[in-house]
């Protein structure tokens, strides 16, 4: 072999493991958040803030939706898992487009007309999203029930979760009612820059892990990882509704 030749593959494992282990590093630091971040609840400063406020403020709230989705571990999983597969860009639109018509429904919807769902429930949901969406990309559902779910259908359904466990909290917090709708405009506004934030990431992350030949060998442990990611989140929300 020509010194060029190791040279080249030896420039390929390092991109590779340094991008595997990026990914993987990723799904530790969402798995040991702080007890807050398990909660899918909003940092205690900022919750003070969203209890005091009176009137429109909307750079304020597009802060607080940009950072609460570039820290939401819960949707960062979810969308890693939307994409996983997904190589081009129109397709990856349209289903990051889906989850982002989900989310934004039942979060202004759900503030808005004060409907409530217990978030110890609502978060185990949304981690089960996780779990489903690794099993779909490990092709689990063809092998053992044979049939394929529309992937785009269920991106929209667990969207729709995912915004009534924002939405949950929000109303817990008892947001001030002057310059509500204006506010959560600007809030969900906020969430949708986050979240293109967060894809911009991630994207990039997997743009070189793909580059490289192990991408296929490693993305079934990615995924039992990001199942098993999703599994400790609804036990982590069970348990909480148990001892609650």
């Known amino acids: 072999m020509l010194p060029s030749q190791q040279g080249g593959r030896l420039g390929v494992g390092f991109t590779l493991r340094r991008s595997y282990l990026l990914l993987l590093s990723l799904m530790v630091l969402l798995l040991t ?18 209890q005091e406020i009176y009137g429109v403020h909307l750079m304020s709230f597009i802060y607080l939706g940009a950072k609460h989705m570039v820290t939401g571990y819960d949707h960062i999983l979810f969308l890693l898992g939307v994409i996983f597969f997904l190589y081009r860009m129109q397709h990856i639109a349209i289903y990051v487009s889906l989850f982002a018509i989900g989310h934004s429904t039942t979060m202004l919807l759900g503030v808005y007309f004060d409907i409530g769902i217990n978030s110890y429930v609502i978060d185990a949901i949304i981690g089960l999203s996780v779990v489903y969406k690794a099993l779909d990309n490990l092709g689990a559902f063809q092998r053992w029930f044979g049939v394929q779910p529309n992937t785009k259908a269920a991106t929209l359904i667990f969207g729709l979760f995912h915004g009534f466990g924002l939405s949950t909290k929000i109303i817990e917090y008892e947001i ?6 204006a506010n959560l405009l600007a809030f969900n506004l906020g969430v949708e820059i986050g979240q293109l934030l967060a894809l911009g990431a991630i994207l990039i992350v997997m743009g070189f892990w793909r580059r490289t030949g192990g991408f296929l060998r490693h993305a079934y442990t990615a995924n039992v990882a990001m199942m098993c990611a999703g599994f400790m989140l609804v036990g982590y929300q069970l348990t909480g509704l148990f001892v609650s």
């Open 33 to 50: 958040a702080s007890g807050d971040a398990w909660a899918h609840a909003v940092a205690e400063g900022d919750k003070g803030y969203i």
């Open 176 to 181: 001030s009612s002057n310059g509500l709708l």
